[in-house]
């Protein structure tokens, strides 16, 4: 049941990942770090081709960890029609004040994803005070690009771990970092909600190219093949809860 993200840096990447058959369009500037954001025409443009077929996601950029400076991302990334808005805690333990401005951005309907670095820290500490803050989801990812993939940093075990308590808290679940093709059928059979891929999906493997739809295809087709279906996530989901649905 596990969907595919694509993370997408402008608009004819976002009709190339709608042809390829991503679940998520995800957008993101891959030149400007782990969560590098696109601009602000950008989402505006994708959202309203995407319209209503696929949830679109954005990052609000690497950011400090400042309360302030979240709080405005929050806003106006929200403003652009995406249906979550993703902010990476790159802390161990992010300040009160943090917390709480994902809490006043879910209380107004903003449906936060919080993105944590297997790279930098053990997540699972975050997982309960996220929930608490109101967050939609989680995605686990990695900050550093040229220090390795997901699972050089963590073991299935603790990942499996961190899928478990974040569906038992009734939040997304999704697992990136410089994925490759081959690691879909370990992630996959942990049962992520999405598994979020870039570099697998641009032309030479290299995150900064552009996107091959042949590439998407495969991956597609390779999340298939894992014995899963092709789900989305609704961005209309009523209260907290977070469904996925099969297309």
Known sequence: MTALLASVSNLHEARMA????????????????????????????????????????????????????IAEAIQTTSVNGVDFVKVGLFERHPHADILNTLAAASQTGIRVIAVLFADQYPPLHLLDP??????????????????????????TETLAAFVRRGKKLGLLTGLAGSLQA??????????????????ALCQGGIRTSRLSVSAIERVRAQLDEAGRTEHIITPYAGGASNRIWTQ
């Not at 686990?140 to 940093?153: C, E, I």
């Open 130 to 155: 996220l929930r608490a803050a109101g967050c939609s989801g989680i995605m686990l990812d990695t900050a550093d690009k040229t220090s390795g993939g997901l699972l050089s940093h963590m073991d």
């Open 182 to 199: 081959t690691d879909i059928p370990v992630l996959s059979a942990l049962a992520p909600d999405y598994l979020g891929f870039r570099t």
């Open 18 to 69: 709608l042809k390829g058959g991503a679940n998520i369009i995800d957008l993101k500037d891959p030149a400007q770090g782990a969560l590098g954001a696109v601009s602000h025409d950008i989402q505006q443009s994708v959202t309203r081709f995407i319209g209503r077929r696929r949830p679109v996601s954005a990052t609000v950029g690497d950011l400090p960890m400042s309360a302030d400076v």
